[in-house]
Structure formats: C-alpha cells, structure tokens
C-alpha cells in the first residue's frame, strides 16, 4: 500500500510505543516506524508480550501492528524513509561532570541528531517529544544545520503529557497538544503537519501552538506544577497528623474551590515516575544557570518535600513498632510508582526499601506487575528481599504491611484473613489511603494511616 507519509519515532520506550501506536489507529494513511537501540525491547514490541504494561495498549498496537505500524532496530533506514522523525528517546538526569545531579543528559538526543544528519536523504521535520530543556531546540539545529548535504531539517516541539495507567486514555482524549515551532514560514509549515497528524482526533480547540521555546518550557513547568501539588499535600498531611485535622477533609474542602480544582489532592507516601524529579531539578538547574537563584529554590522545595514525606513514612514506621524493626518483616504491597503500571522507576517504594533494611528490616515485596523490575532495582540487595506476587502469602507472619502503591486489588483482599495469618501486634501503614481504616482497627491491626488521626490499641 502506498502511504501518504512516513513517520518515524526514535525510541520505543513508554512514550514512543503507546504514541505511536495512536497515531497509526487514528491515521491509517501515514506509515508509522518505531526504532530502537534495544534489540530485545523491539522483540516484545512484535510479541504478544508488550515491553510496557498500559491498559488499552494491547489492543491498538493488535489493530495497526503490520498494517501501518513496525517495531525494528533498522534506524537508519528509518530516517531514509521518513518524512517526520519524531525523537523520544531518554533524557535522564546527568550522573557525571557539570549538572551532575541536576541537568538533563542529552547524550542519547545528540546521538540522534548526528545519526539522522548522516543518514538523511532529503528535507525533514525533526519533532522533539523527549522532555528536554528549554532552547533544546537552539543546539539541535546547530548539528543538524552542519551538514554539507544541503537539506532542510526543521526542528518542532511537541512534548509529550501522557500519564502511565492511562496513556491510551490520555493519548486519545488529550486536555492538551502542544506544537512548538519558529515563527518563519517553514516553521510554521512544520507546525501545520505536526497538528494535522493530531487533527485526525482532537478538536481545533485542543491543539495549541506556540513558539518553540514556551513548548519546551510549557512541559517542564506542567511536570513542577503537577508534582508541586502533591508536595503541597503532603506537606499539610504532616501537620494534620500533629492536629487531629483529616486530610481527606482538607483535600475535599480545597479541591472544591473551583480556582484549585480537586485534582491531584492526594497524599501519598510521596510522587515517583521518571519524570518529576528528573524535570523540576533540570527546572531548578536552568533557573539557575540565569543566576535566577530565588526561583531555583523554590522548586527545589518541591523536591525536598517529597524527600522528607518519604523519609517520615519510614520514621514512623520504627517509631510505632517500639522503635526497632530489626529482624521483623514488613511487606509492602506495591512497588510500582503509581497504579496499572509495571514501572518503578523513582518509585518512593525503592528509598523506603533500602531505608528499611538499613533498620535490618526483612522486606517482602508483592506487587501485581512490577517484580521484575523491582528485582533489578533492589540487584545489590540479594538475599535480603522476598518477592511473593500473592499479597495473602506475603503477609504470612509478617509484623507490619505497608501500603506503598494505590492498587485497586489491595483495597478488596480479605484483612480478616491476613490479620489471622500475621504477628500479634499487627501493624497496617496505609502510605495510600486506600483502605477502610475503621474497619481494620477493629479486626485488630493498629493503623497509621497518612494525615489522620493513628487508630492503636495501645492507647
Ligand atoms: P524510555 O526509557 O522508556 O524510552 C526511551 C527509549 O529510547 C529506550 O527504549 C532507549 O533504548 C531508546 N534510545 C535511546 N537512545 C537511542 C538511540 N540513539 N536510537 C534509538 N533508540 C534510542 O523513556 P520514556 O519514558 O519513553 O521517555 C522518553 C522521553 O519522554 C523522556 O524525555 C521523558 O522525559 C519524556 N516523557 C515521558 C513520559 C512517561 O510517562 N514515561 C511522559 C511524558 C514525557
Ligand atoms: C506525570 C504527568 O502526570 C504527565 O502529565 C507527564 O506527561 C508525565 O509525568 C511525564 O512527563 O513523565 P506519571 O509520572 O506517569 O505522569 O504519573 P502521575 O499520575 O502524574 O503520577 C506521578 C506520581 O505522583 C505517582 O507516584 C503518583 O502516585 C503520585 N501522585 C499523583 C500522588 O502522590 N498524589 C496525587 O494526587 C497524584
């Protein structure tokens, strides 16, 4: 079949697999190519056994896969085909040199850049959908202009504000699309082929176009305002524990003023994912290399907070269970960041894993998706963690269960029956507030959930 036009996406990752997989189920005339370095992971993307748990996904990759959609690591010729190379691929925080700790790491994006200046064969449109500093851009023009080929490439911003456990959802039916371009008739052109793809299922009022560097910052500032939020929070539930104040409360009594809204009110036992803290720290880094040092602090607190509310949920489990969890074992249901993904990357169940064994704490991990991922972030820990995928049979003689990821499948187990099977006393910390607190109090757990009165029976 002859297609209207070539697409390719640098990078198969959360984002480029699920974009991409929408894209080609809602354009059916475009071709869609998606490359990657990872041979296995491009394996599993034309297996029945995706790389990426997402709810939807299975069924939109099943529709367009062979049609008009390709999983291959044939990158170069990818960028031959192409007219429209979308690039996605990581952009983690720099382990090494100046930034460290802070800065993104454009490594990976400047490889990309050379290989589609070598590789090229004619004019493209280069999108930007990794989440990179603001004037990104700027640099990626100067590598790509440096070609003796004499073509065009034009660079466009589209980031990407998909959530995982609902990307399908989120892709489809987006609040959202930003196109970034130079305001120049060819930017402006490359903009246009960029909001015709999305056109196909979003309405004109969805899709915002602006100049390039407000689409780079836009997604940066989103990520620190989204996760502000939560810090904000979690903050308040630290003292509502202090007060005999229900956060609960506050959050409904906050959130229904409609300038705050009630979304993204709740407290938890802090954000993970690998996005929050990699993009407001690169924030805060950009802040300040413009000597813009007040704002670099105060973002920076975002990220404090969530160290803190982290830290205390650990504290507090020492302190209630008389101060020593030294050879008791505590499971923590859930190790993924968030629920319906297998992703644990910053999950705060890793820092709360590795706090607890620094107690000399025995940790059983259950979680329905991401134990093979935890595995792999708690490597150096061999032998000092139990992986147990049922939640009934990790809780067998364990002193305490920790509620770490809000997964709908703890809130319907049978406490009555774990409670039965644990160590008297038997403690719950419900990181989450998922559970019926009440009612666990009076099978017999002592409950401490987040930023409400603790329900002990050893007052
Ligand atoms: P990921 O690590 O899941 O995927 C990135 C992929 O790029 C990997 O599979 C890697 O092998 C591949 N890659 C790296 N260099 C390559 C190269 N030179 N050629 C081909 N492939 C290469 O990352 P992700 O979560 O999909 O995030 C990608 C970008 O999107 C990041 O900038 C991130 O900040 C942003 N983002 C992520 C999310 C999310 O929910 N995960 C949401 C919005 C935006
Ligand atoms: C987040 C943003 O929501 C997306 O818009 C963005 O595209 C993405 O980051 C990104 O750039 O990577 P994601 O990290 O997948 O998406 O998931 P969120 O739903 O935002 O949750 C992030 C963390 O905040 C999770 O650990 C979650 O449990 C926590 N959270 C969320 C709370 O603690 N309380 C809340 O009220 C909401």
């Known amino acids: 079949m002859e297609f209207k036009k070539n697409i390719l996406c640098i990078g198969a990752g959360y984002v480029g697999g699920p ?15 998606v490359v990657d370095i ?3 992971k491009i ?25 008009n959609l390709f999983f291959s ?39 990309t850049a050379h290989q589609i200046v070598e590789h090229a064969n004619g004019d493209k449109t280069i999108v930007e ?58 930017g402006m052109a490359a903009a246009r082929e960029i909001v015709n793809i999305y056109k196909h299922w979003l309405s004109d009022d969805k899709i915002i176009t602006t100049n390039l560097w407000s689409s780079e910052l836009s997604k940066l500032v989103a990520n620190a305002f989204l996760a502000q939020r939560i810090s904000s929070i979690n903050s308040i539930s630290a003292l509502c524990e202090k007060t005999d104040a229900d956060i609960t409360e506050i959050s409904y009594a906050v959130g229904a003023d409609s300038r705050i809204g009630n979304k993204f009110l709740n407290p938890s036992v802090g954000f993970g994912g690998s996005c929050f803290k990699k993009d407001i720290l690169n924030l805060v880094y950009i802040a300040r290399s413009y000597h813009l040092n007040e704002v670099a602090d105060y973002w920076h607190q975002v990220i404090k907070m969530n160290d803190f509310q982290k830290d205390r949920f650990v504290r507090q489990i020492v302190k209630e269970m008389f101060s020593t969890v030294a050879n008791k074992k505590i499971v923590l249901f859930g190790f993924a960041f968030k629920a319906n993904t297998g992703d644990t990357r910053e999950s705060p169940a890793i820092d709360i894993t ?21 595995r792999m972030d708690l490597k150096n820990y061999d032998g000092l963690v139990t992986y147990e995928p049922n939640p009934y049979r990790a809780a067998e003689s364990a002193d305490a269960i920790a509620i770490i990821t809000e997964w709908n499948e703890y809130k319907l187990l049978d406490y009555q029956k774990i409670y039965a099977a644990m160590k008297k006393p038997a403690f ?5 507030n998922i559970l019926n607190h009440e009612e666990l109090y009076k099978i017999g757990f002592n409950v401490y959930p987040l930023g409400k009165t603790q329900l002990s029976h050893f007052k």
């Open 19 to 33: 974009t991409m997989a929408v894209i080609a189920m809602k354009c059916p005339e475009y071709k869609v190519n």
């Open 38 to 40: 990872n041979n296995e």
């Open 43 to 67: 394996k599993q993307w034309n297996s029945d056994q995706l790389p990426i748990f997402e709810p939807g996904l299975d069924e939109v990759v099943q529709k367009c896969r062979g049609k």
């Open 73 to 111: 690591t044939e990158i170069e010729k990818g960028i031959r085909e192409a007219d429209i190379i979308f690039v996605s691929v990581n952009t983690p925080t720099k382990t090494f040199g100046e930034g460290t700790g802070m800065a993104s790491d454009l490594q990976y994006w400047e490889k």
């Open 129 to 186: 959908k990794s989440t990179l500093p603001v004037r990104t851009a700027e640099a990626m023009e100067r590598i790509l202009k440096a070609n003796d080929k004499g073509f065009h490439f034009e660079v466009v911003s589209n980031p990407e504000f998909l959530a995982e456990g609902t990307a399908i959802r989120d892709l489809l039916d987006s609040d959202r699309v930003l196109v970034g371009s130079h305001k120049t008739e060819r």
């Open 354 to 374: 590795k706090k607890l064994l620094e107690e000399r704490a025995q940790v059983i991990i259950t979680d329905p998706q991401a134990l093979d991922n935890a």
């Open 428 to 432: 719950i910390f419900d990181g989450r």
